[in-house]
């Protein structure tokens, strides 16, 4: 069983950048799918990235696409989020998860191991 721990987040002004951490411990790290998930002030949780076991193929929400990036570490069992030219709108919760296979999904009931979560905060 994957147990998983973010970090890293924090407030921080529009325009900056943020590098979010993911700490996995359990024996399938490698074997897994990792996604990055948010879920704004009053609003649904929804996808931000994703990226397959061997970190090959990466998928990014439109909103976050050219400004996220999304990459693991197998050997450290951690997967980050790159986060720059934030935005207020980038204002949430943060999630990672994972899933017992190897590739991509977007939807949350496709991950069944989450974090705990941390909080970004974009000020104008």
């Known amino acids: 069983q994957v147990q998983l721990v973010e970090s890293g987040g924090g407030p921080v002004q529009a325009g900056g950048s943020l590098r979010l951490s993911c700490a996995a411990s359990g024996r399938f790290f490698s074997a897994t799918a990792m996604g990055w998930f948010r879920q704004p002030p009053g609003k649904e949780l929804e996808f931000v990235a994703a990226?397959?076991?061997?970190?090959?193929?990466?998928d990014y929400a439109d909103s976050v696409k050219g400004r996220f990036t999304i990459s693991r570490d197998n050997a450290k069992n951690t997967v980050y989020l790159e986060m720059n030219s934030l935005r207020p709108e980038d204002t949430a919760v943060y999630y990672c998860?994972?899933?017992?296979?190897?590739?991509?999904?977007?939807?949350?009931?496709?991950?069944?191991?989450w974090g705990q979560g941390t909080q970004v905060t974009v000020s104008s």
């Open positions: 998860a994972s899933r017992p296979v190897g590739f991509n999904s977007i939807l949350p009931a496709a991950y069944d191991v």
């Open positions: 990226i397959s076991d061997n970190g090959r193929i990466s």
